[in-house]
């Protein structure tokens, strides 16, 4: 009995695959490239535009969880996104996408900046104008 005992901890030992989940699933939280960013060119006052975004992974290997849009300041806003990445999966070998649309509302006239990533990624940007 003991030594079935020993057997069962060393499966569930050598099975486990550490720290490496989050929320329950198998994988590390990584951040992904967004490209495109789309922005209109001008804007105005008080009125909704919609700031486009495609999150892209590499391989079958990542889940996309999330993309934000986070202020920096009143004119400079920050994109960016988040996959789960499974070392461990059988992994297809084409990219992974997910597209996301903001409703953003400027309420001041202005130059409005959006950067998307951040390095080592490349970083894209684009200028909303609103009069």
Known sequence: MRKWVLILLWISVSCSNGNDSVD???GKLVSVVINPLTVPDVGSQGQDVEIAVRANAPSGCYSI???????????HFLLKAWAIY???AVCIQ?????????????L?????????NEAP???????LVVN
């Open 24 to 26: 329950g699933r198998r």
């Open 65 to 75: 969880q999330k993309i934000s849009m986070s202020s920096i300041d009143d004119h």
């Open 86 to 88: 499974d070392s461990q």
């Open 94 to 106: 084409t990219t992974i996408w997910k597209d996301t649309t903001f409703l953003f509302r400027p």
């Open 108 to 116: 001041a006239s202005g130059n409005y900046y959006f950067e998307a």
């Open 121 to 127: 990624q490349p970083i894209v940007r684009d200028t």
